[in-house]
């Protein structure tokens, strides 16, 4: 048996155990986990700057290597969000619904946690923590394949983590690390029907195809964003311009920055060619329609690959419409179902952007970039999913929780 | 663009329309489908005399052509199924969470139809209009793929039902019938991402596999049952005896039935020997493992392969263990996480047999066969989940919903 199946076999194992613990149990163990990961930084930092120096050799360009390092300040960060997981509450255990039948049999529905979840990520080594932390305060065992940047880090940190659990109630089992860095093993982990409850992607458009493509397991499918704000022609110039540029500028590289602006063509002729203005001061490449470019005429020209791209990147599609009919088409037809935003002073068309348009999250007068499980309030986030299954939107600990009906009766039998 | 193609694009586009009928509207094309079934009766009847002759032409069984075939009463019967789910609330359009953010941001969490939803079953053709009803009256469009056997009557059922909805504020495209027989029809459908949001199969072992294991789009895995009755050496006799007889005899096609009996060694010494010759009285074929067949010896044997097979029929395994632990060893390898029993008075083991055995439905002191979602209340059900994300166990209604995220803002952007 390889070491895919083995470890996920493990997983299976120990999530046995896992489902029996108490709340207290398991945030005794992440505390544990958090204090470690502390007291064992050096060790640390010195397996992460293994991987730093390959990812120099390698050639990996200064914007992901800062994403790999690992100082002591970051690893406080990384056990801090640990210590933060520990505050909220345990959604396993609650009684969702109960009803008694006229036969007397007492049915009741209760969360539970999934069992064993697979994780499958990029180089980040904080998501290893931040993952295992999240799966692990739901009572799951977990399945980590994180990218091989970053396997040295990850292995000191599972085993720093071992160390921890070896000293709780919780089974180290309950927690895998995949070391294998070939390809195959993500291909491996997506067909365990059977030990592999669910597998949810964390990282770009081609680890999450992949997964979405090849996985016989079910999956949590995240990510992707060519979300929209569209400017309605009432809308008020003192939102849209700082939604705008807050949806596109803030942090361009995640999922729920805008990719595409729609402008009603009468809120064009009186505020783009400032908009646009503004935002090439900031940076950002502009992209637009031909009537966008009558209007602006130094911005570059968007071709229909254009409106199907998520850059994360500072770059803006733009496209000036006649209608919302014709803005709900555009979202309709390029839209992946992730945030989409009006701004608008018309109550009714906000109302009718709001019904109509089908995503995750959708905004009246607000920036797409609080599409996020920690602005939503939810203390965490797991990753966006953008599917309609299961969870839909950012993702908190909910999300990492099955149900199970339990039924009570004195004999009956069905008639 | 072929046929499944281009169907599931129409599916997709009414899909939109859908979304935005009231419950009413709904309700009221539900109505007017099942009035159409009644008063076309005839035609639907001259169309499944064409799939039955056929049938007896290919040598089909008879307990199948029984399944196939429609009459008068069977139709009416239908009817009334639809009837009934206009009764049912609409699970879509409720809030299920708000909150108010700091920032001022209010956040609405609702209920919303999944979108597409995708039927693969066999030849039962009231499945054909149960499915279009569930999942019209949650605001879907649906693309229906029956098996073969009764294509002439599904044909004409839906042109009915086309002609029914033509008549409404409901798209008759929300219904769409695949009408190839061709395997690669399926297959097609499996991979349609981005026009189907689900597939849920619903028929045997092979097509429910197919479909897991070749499907792209999300799937609801339903149906495969090795259900367990375990009794404990503390069971009541007085209800161990008619639960475990129920859960065989009353209805053993169903996925709910049990397959495996698993008994404490001094409940069997005491109990076994009787209880096994009232199952063969009713016509029950016994396996049992080497313990049992020394207190029954006209058992017969029970290979490695009896565990694992959900036999649909007449046929028991029934293994003595000396403990609870080793029955929910038993279960947790050889189990489908559907449905499974304890029988017990003694109240610890039965709380810990719920808690540790992880299944859609676990049940202390009843049978096995109210995994049912008439029998759990919900007035409907479009399948028995046996997979834990979104929906386990019986799916009524608010299975086929998914969520979105409403956000009210008044300019917000991120900090």
Redesign the interface.
């Known amino acids: 048996m390889g070491e895919v199946r083995n470890k996920a076999a493990l997983a299976r194992e120990a999530a046995?155990a896992m489902?029996?613990l108490t709340t207290e149990q398991k945030n005794e163990a992440l505390l544990r986990m958090a204090d470690a990961l502390v007291t064992e930084r050096a060790s640390i930092i010195e397996a992460n700057a293994i991987d730093l120096e390959r990812g120099r050799a390698n050639g990996t360009s200064a914007a992901m290597l800062d994403r790999l390092a690992l100082n002591d300040k970051r690893i406080e960060g990384i056990a801090e969000g640990l210590r933060q997981i520990v505050e909220l509450p345990d959604p396993t255990g609650a009684v969702l619904e109960e009803?008694t039948?006229p036969n007397g049999?007492v049915?009741r529905k209760i969360s539970?946690p999934?069992?064993v979840i697979g994780i499958v990520y990029e180089s980040r080594p904080n998501v290893t923590v931040d993952a295992a932390g999240l799966c692990l305060k739901t009572g799951n065992a977990v399945v980590l394949r994180g990218g091989s940047a970053a396997l040295e880090s990850n292995r000191r940190i599972v085993a720093v983590l071992h160390e921890a659990l070896a000293q709780t109630a919780m089974p180290p089992g309950a927690l895998q690390l995949i070391e294998s860095s070939d390809r195959s093993s993500v291909d491996e982990m997506l067909k365990l029907?059977g030990l592999l409850?669910?597998i949810i992607p964390r990282g770009g458009r081609s680890l999450i195809q992949n997964v979405?493509?090849n996985a016989?397991v079910?999956?949590?499918?995240t990510g992707e964003g060519v979300c929209h704000t569209y400017i309605d022609d009432e809308a008020?110039p003192?939102?849209a311009e700082?939604?705008v540029?807050?949806?596109k500028v803030?942090r361009p590289s995640v999922c729920n920055s805008m990719e595409t602006l729609l402008v009603h063509e009468r809120y064009a002729g009186a505020h783009l060619a400032q908009l646009a203005g503004k935002l090439r001061e900031l940076g950002v490449e502009l992209r637009g329609c031909a009537k966008s470019r009558t209007l602006v005429p130094w911005m570059g020209e968007a071709t229909e690959e254009d409106w199907r791209t998520e850059y994360n990147d500072l770059i803006l599609s733009v496209k000036t419409v006649s209608s919302l009919d014709e803005a709900l088409d555009h979202i309709?037809r390029y839209g992946t179902m992730h945030s989409e935003c009006i701004v608008t002073e018309n109550a009714e068309r906000a109302d009718r952007f709001?019904?109509?348009v089908?995503?995750?999250?959708?905004?009246?007068?607000?920036?797409t970039?609080?599409?996020d499980g920690f602005?939503?309030?939810y203390g965490a986030e797991i990753g966006i999913s953008t599917?309609?299954?299961?969870a839909?939107?950012?993702m908190g600990l909910p999300a990492l929780t099955?149900?199970?009906?339990?039924?009570?009766?004195?004999?009956?039998?069905?008639g």
């Open positions: 046995q489902n029996l009803s039948r049999l049915i539970v999934i069992g029907n409850d669910v979405v493509q016989t079910p999956v949590i499918e008020d003192a939102k700082p939604i540029i807050n949806a803030q309709r709001l019904r109509e089908d995503a995750a999250a959708v905004y009246h007068n607000a920036s970039r609080f599409t602005e939503f309030g599917q309609k299954l299961h839909r939107g950012p099955s149900t199970k009906y339990v039924i009570y009766g004195n004999g009956q039998i069905r």
